[in-house]
């Protein structure tokens, strides 16, 4: 299966709006409505931060929010801070018991 | 307070085996699927395999079918993966993680492990 696609960076300044997409197929982002979002700061484990395109796991800030239209869902940061600098990784079910994940998405804080 | 630690990667020659160890605490172990998540150096991630809470059934890419068996022991709270057949590309930190494939999320993950596949 092949990954979903995210842009390599994203910026934005603090207390702006920022939002990373994440790009598959109808065998996957389009065809399920089952896509996760990890932060992962450097030499750390990841972290889920919305399941399932919109749901906000406990402790995950308010700022933190899912969409999706069609083959591509999105994660915006709301009232950017800088403790929101890491990567980004989105990750969906592709059918026949199998996950895909995105490459990417190293966000900077400006 | 749910952790996960895993252990066992080490440094293994081309076509040598591992296997890796993650040991679960703070929630009743039997009662969620688990699943191995890969990070090559530098690189994004890339799900491995998956278990059901009663160890059935078993998932695994097509990357490492038939190389890679997980398994776990709910007695001791444990998942494990069996590394045979290791080739440079699986180099990578290894993480276990808490969750289901079919819904698409992991909650909790291990600090991970380091797999080096090199002569």
């Known amino acids: 299966q092949s990954a979903l696609t995210q842009p390599p960076s994203a910026s934005g300044s603090p207390g702006q709006s920022v939002t990373i997409s994440c790009t598959g197929t109808s065998s996957d982002v389009g065809g399920y409505s089952y896509v996760s979002w990890y932060q992962q700061h450097p030499g750390k484990a990841p972290k889920l931060m919305i399941s399932?395109?919109?749901k906000r796991p406990s402790g995950v800030p308010h700022r933190f929010s899912g969409s999706k239209s069609g083959n591509t869902a999105s994660l915006t940061v709301s009232g950017l801070q800088a403790e929101d600098e890491a990567d980004y990784y989105c990750s969906s079910y592709a059918g026949s018991n199998n996950l895909v994940f995105g490459g990417g998405t190293k966000l900077t804080v400006l | 307070e749910v952790q996960l630690l895993e252990s066992g990667g080490d440094l293994v020659l081309p076509g040598g085996s591992l296997r890796l160890s993650c040991a679960a605490s703070g929630y009743t172990f039997s009662s969620y699927a688990m699943s191995w998540v890969r990070q090559a150096p530098g690189v994004g991630l890339e799900w491995v395999s998956a278990i059901g809470g009663s160890g059935e059934p078993t998932y695994y890419a097509d990357s490492v079918r038939g190389r890679f068996t997980i398994s776990r022991d709910n007695s001791r709270n444990t998942l494990y993966l069996q590394l045979n057949s290791l080739r440079a590309e699986d180099t990578a930190v290894y993480y276990c993680?808490?969750?289901?494939?079919?819904?698409?999320?992991?909650?909790?993950w291990g600090q991970g492990t380091l797999v080096t596949v090199s002569s």
């Open positions: 993680a808490r969750g289901y494939v079919s819904s698409g999320w992991f909650d909790c």
């Open positions: 399932e395109v919109t």
